[in-house]
Structures are given as C-alpha cells and as structure tokens.
C-alpha cells in the first residue's frame, strides 16, 4: 500500500499555477511524476547543448510541440506506464493551459537553440542551451514554471477574472 504525503499550501499553489485543478491528495500524489518530465527535458537539453546537436535540440523540440498540444507531456507516458506502478500510485492528471504553455515556449526555445547551433553560432546556443536547462530544472526542483507564472501575470494584467483551467 501506498503512502500518502501531504503538500504544504507552496507546492499546492505552484502546482495549480500550472494548471492542475485536482485536489490535494491528488497533487501530493503526483507531485513527484510532475517532476519526470520536466526533468527528462533537462537532462536531454543539457546533452543536446553539451554536444551543440541540433538533431537531439530538434528531437526534443518535437516532443515539446506533442506537450503543447495534448493534455499529457510525451515523457508523461513514462511514468503513468511505469514508474506509478513501482511507486504504487495514481495516473498523473491531465496538464492545464499553463503548463502546455510552457511546452510551447520550450518547443520554441528548442528550435532557436537547435538553429544556432546548425548554423554555426555555438556561443549563443550555448548560452540559450544552458538557460533552458537552468528553467526546467527550476521546474524540476521546486514546481516553479515560469511560463505559468507569465501565464498569470498576464491574464491578471489584463483584468480577467474567470479562469480558464
């Protein structure tokens, strides 16, 4: 049987920043499969700006651009196929408007960083390479996604009032 952990009131607002509108039990429940996807972008990221490869930079720019438009994260398969079994715990819930948000800016990102390196310009490729995998291991460590927190500001600044996650 598993263990039930409880969030503090933080990771709970962090994680409904994103766009996750599951109750708590729930979140605590994911909050650790929230984390695989995000951290798996940084790790290839990481490699992909390490070796300057714009094949692997668009590899994972097309998984970015699959995050942005489906309720799940590709990478997201990883964990509800098999790791929740091995941790004995629930499906992960389907991803808000924000949090596809930031796999649309991510899938962007990617292609820039890819192009830089394909045409030869490593130094800036580099410098947006590192700043991506900087962003998503934020994402990974502490729930903080940047692009939900745009997301917000946003909406706020334009006086919406209704949410649409």
Same mark, same amino acid.
């Given at each position: 049987?598993?263990?039930?952990?409880?969030?503090?009131p933080?990771?709970?607002?962090?994680?409904?920043?994103?766009?996750?509108?599951?109750?708590?039990?729930?979140?605590?429940?994911?909050?650790?499969? &929230? @984390?695989?996807?995000?951290?798996?972008c940084?790790?290839?990221?990481?490699?992909?700006?390490a070796?300057?490869?714009?094949?692997?930079?668009?590899?994972?720019t097309?998984?970015?651009l699959?995050?942005?438009?489906?309720?799940f994260?590709?990478?997201? &398969?990883?964990?509800?196929?098999?790791?929740?079994?091995?941790?004995?715990?629930? @499906? &992960?819930p389907?991803?808000?408007?924000? @949090? @596809?948000?930031?796999?649309?800016?991510?899938t962007?990102? &990617?292609?820039?960083?890819?192009?830089?390196?394909?045409?030869?310009?490593?130094?800036?490729g580099?410098?947006?390479?590192?700043?991506?995998?900087?962003?998503?291991?934020?994402?990974?460590?502490t729930?903080?996604?940047?692009?939900?927190?745009?997301?917000?500001?946003?909406?706020?600044?334009?006086?919406?009032?209704?949410?649409p996650?």
């Amino acid at each position: 049987m598993a263990m039930t952990t409880t969030l503090s009131p933080i990771m709970v607002e962090r994680l409904r920043m994103q766009g996750f509108t599951v109750d708590e039990l729930c979140l605590a429940d994911a909050s650790l499969g &929230l @984390r695989v996807a995000p951290a798996l972008c940084a790790v290839v990221a990481a490699i992909g700006t390490a070796t300057a490869s714009p094949t692997i930079l668009i590899a994972l720019t097309g998984i970015a651009l699959l995050g942005a438009m489906m309720p799940f994260h590709p990478f997201d &398969l990883i964990y509800n196929y098999g790791i929740r079994f091995w941790l004995g715990k629930r @499906r &992960l819930p389907p991803n808000g408007v924000p @949090r @596809r948000l930031g796999c649309a800016i991510a899938t962007v990102w &990617l292609a820039a960083t890819a192009l830089l390196f394909f045409t030869g310009q490593a130094q800036i490729g580099y410098v947006l390479g590192a700043l991506f995998v900087a962003v998503a291991g934020l994402l990974t460590a502490t729930h903080i996604c940047i692009p939900s927190l745009m997301y917000h500001f946003a909406r706020q600044s334009l006086g919406s009032k209704s949410s649409p996650i």
